[in-house]
């Protein structure tokens, strides 16, 4: 069943039934000493904030959590004093007042007859002693002039109205006209309440800058909800703003952009998620009163803290505001618009998505991933193209910074939760060359990434990389790295309400061309007259294919010298065969240095170069001195020993085949042996 509070007029002096409330509140509740704040002083936010600790700590029942809650919010004097305290260190601060009331009444079912009973009567209206119907016509102001929630008197036109209330007025027209131009739906009547159909707002001195109170079931056919609202009396409490009138007329006129919007969702869909209810409303205030900029005091928030999810219902959702901006700076102001009308049959994140894709042909995941990418270009780092008041907005939070390379594999600096990111950022430092940086998101969630290159601090380039839907990963290269201010890699956790996840990333500075070459024939000798082919291997020793050009010569022209050219592909190598040939007749021990380089086509100065120096040493079997060991060899030999034919050159070792020592008929033996009978070459030769 639907929580319907209250359905009319009820004095002040009946909000709380004191005798039934204090009954509910206090039993083992009182037995609690110990507080929050006492475990944790940076957790001190408010008394709200207390009740659901110690509701969670299981110190109170959801009965006496809902009751303490709703005294906080209409009578903090009333508070048990470990509550009180709180409450008084920060009056005038709390936003959180609305989405609680939303919260008790979704649970409605859940307390008891007596707890629902007393709530009803505590959030109760209240009669005031005057009352102005603003000139739109659409709203009836209820307010006191003396005692506890005294709004302020002055009144200089002496029109025996307080110019404070006309000041609001007119703002409340203000909100109501713009809501109307935006095409949203107007709240539906409170059926009397209030005395009129007027929609109700009323002043009371409170710790909050105001709250909307969801009151019964309207008559549309949808889930709406007709409601008043709740304003601080004299908001001279409040946080400063950058309103022209002033921090205190600022903060009102925000609060009622803030407040009547809420009374707008309700006119739609009273049940869509905290997160989405807070950060449209805060939006809305900067649609409404673009100049307050009040909201600039929660966006530290959502920028130290951008892994924390869209959607998590803590204080961070009021920060979040900045993505309703986005959206309607990057699409339209018409699709918040129609997230709510979509909502009133489907969730409003559904609704969303649909819209954007119907629309504009966008997911709201791709959404979320670009928008991850305008928050980086705030302050200092506006570059004037994404959110209209960039250069008004804090930094986004750097998780990491790098300026030393290789950085090895390792995890992101935050586990961004559902719609959550985290930056890591790349400074050249002295490297230079090609940055290669690699992503890899844990295959449990998806996953969008990144790459943003400034060539200055307010001047950026951005680069989604392609990431495998089937592993979430992506190695991406960037050239001349040294040129760049920085390079920063933004993921973003696209897997709407889910819990946190890490992205894993490494990187190195490579350099565009590279070789390395081997000269595998490592001897340095040669025989007069034969051909030896030197083995000459060439490397690339980068990630990217590349032509070489490869040139060999020698000091005495036993190379042909010549210049090829090979494409060799990244990573790989090639082996060439190069032919060194001393002439036919060069002398025995004569020196030659021989030369291979591989220079890359792509950039002349990388080379690499491999040099020899080789001599000519004896062939024992070549008689003749042509560097082959043939049959003209065997008659050359025949010929000295029987026809008085020529010595072997160039020396008499020459004919010695078997390697004795001494040249004589047995080296004619073995000479027919190799030739005919598949006998060994002379055993005491180098090569």
């Known amino acids: 069943m639907k929580m319907s509070i209250i359905t009319g007029k009820a004095s002040k002096a009946v909000f709380l039934n004191a005798a039934l409330l204090m009954a509910l509140l206090f039993g083992s509740f009182c037995l609690f000493s110990d507080t929050l704040a006492a475990r944790d002083l940076s957790y001190q936010i408010s008394a709200l904030n207390q009740i659901q600790y110690d509701f969670d700590q299981h110190k109170i029942t959801y009965d006496q959590k809902a009751l303490l809650e709703v005294t906080a919010i209409r009578t903090p004097e009333k508070l048990p004093q470990k509550y009180q305290q709180l409450q008084a260190s920060l009056s005038g601060t709390g936003r959180e007042a609305t989405l609680v009331l939303l919260e008790i009444r979704n649970n409605w079912n859940s307390l008891t007859p007596a707890t629902q009973q007393a709530i009803t009567e505590a959030l109760a209206r209240h009669t005031t002693a005057f009352t102005y119907d603003t000139p739109g016509g659409f709203f009836k102001l209820h307010y006191d002039t003396s005692g506890a929630d005294a709004v302020p008197s002055a009144d200089t036109n002496f029109n025996l109205v307080s110019d404070f209330i006309e000041r609001l007025a007119a703002y409340c027209d203000t909100s109501h006209t713009k809501h109307l131009a935006l095409g949203f739906l107007e709240p539906p009547p409170d059926n009397g309440n209030g005395g009129d159909d007027k929609y109700d707002i009323y002043f009371e001195n409170t710790g909050f800058y105001g709250y909307t109170i969801g009151e019964g079931q309207g008559s549309r056919p949808w889930n709406d909800y007709y409601s008043y609202i709740v304003l601080h009396h004299n908001f001279e409490t409040f946080p400063p703003n950058d309103d022209p009138e002033g921090d205190t007329l600022g903060a009102a006129k925000v609060t009622i952009a803030h407040e009547f919007h809420h009374a707008v ?87 969303i998505s649909d819209t954007l894709m119907g629309r504009y042909g966008w997911t709201q995941d791709s959404a979320f991933a670009d928008f991850v990418t305008w928050n980086f270009a705030t302050s200092t780092r ?184 090979r494409a060799i592909p990244a990573l790989t190598d090639t082996t060439f065969t190069i032919n060194v040939h001393p002439p036919q007749g060069t002398p025995l021990a004569s020196l030659s240095n021989l030369h291979f380089k591989a220079i890359s086509v792509g950039d002349s100065t990388v080379s690499d170069e491999q040099s020899r120096l080789v001599k000519t040493v004896l062939y024992q079997g070549d008689s003749n001195f042509d560097g082959l060991i043939s049959i003209i060899d065997l008659t050359y030999l025949v010929n000295f020993f029987f026809r008085s034919g020529s010595v072997p050159m160039p020396v008499m070792a020459a004919g010695d085949f078997n390697c004795d020592g001494a040249t004589n008929i047995l080296d004619l033996t073995r000479n027919v042996d190799y030739l005919f009978r598949g006998g060994p070459l002379p055993p005491c030769n180098p090569l």
């Open 382 to 565: 506006n570059d004037g193209l994404h959110h209209d008041e960039a250069a008004n907005y804090p930094l986004m939070s750097i998780g990491a910074t790098h300026a030393t390379y290789p950085v090895s594999l390792r995890n992101s600096p935050d586990s961004p939760a559902g719609y959550g990111s985290s930056y890591v950022q790349f400074f050249p430092g002295s490297a230079q060359g090609i940055l290669k940086l690699s992503f890899d998101g844990a295959d449990t969630r998806e996953w969008a990434a990144y790459v943003i290159l400034s060539t200055d601090i307010n001047s950026h380039q951005f680069q989604k990389l392609p990431l495998d839907t089937s592993n979430w990963t992506y190695t991406v290269y960037i050239d001349n790295f040294e040129d760049l201010y920085s390079v920063t890699l933004v993921g973003a956790n696209i897997t709407e309400f889910s819990s946190g996840a890490f992205f894993s990333y490494a990187a190195t500075v490579i350099q565009p061309h590279g070789v390395a070459s081997t000269l595998l024939t490592t001897d340095t000798l040669i025989y007069s007259g034969s051909t030896r082919p030197y083995k000459f291997k060439v490397s690339n020793t980068t990630e990217f294919n590349d032509v070489y050009k490869i040139t060999f010569w020698d000091d005495l022209g036993w190379i042909a010298s010549d210049t090829l050219s």
């Open 265 to 351: 969702q309700y006119a739609y869909d009273i049940d869509e998620p905290a997160w989405y209810m807070e950060l449209d409303a805060v939006y809305t205030e900067d649609i409404v009163f673009d100049q307050t900029n009040d909201n600039y005091n929660y966006l530290s928030n959502f920028m130290l803290s951008p892994s924390t999810s869209l959607m998590e219902n803590s204080f961070h959702k009021y920060s979040c505001f900045i993505w309703g901006l986005y959206l309607a700076q990057k699409f339209d102001t018409s699709l918040m618009r129609a997230a709510w009308e979509g909502a009133r049959y489907s969730t409003i994140f559904g609704t």
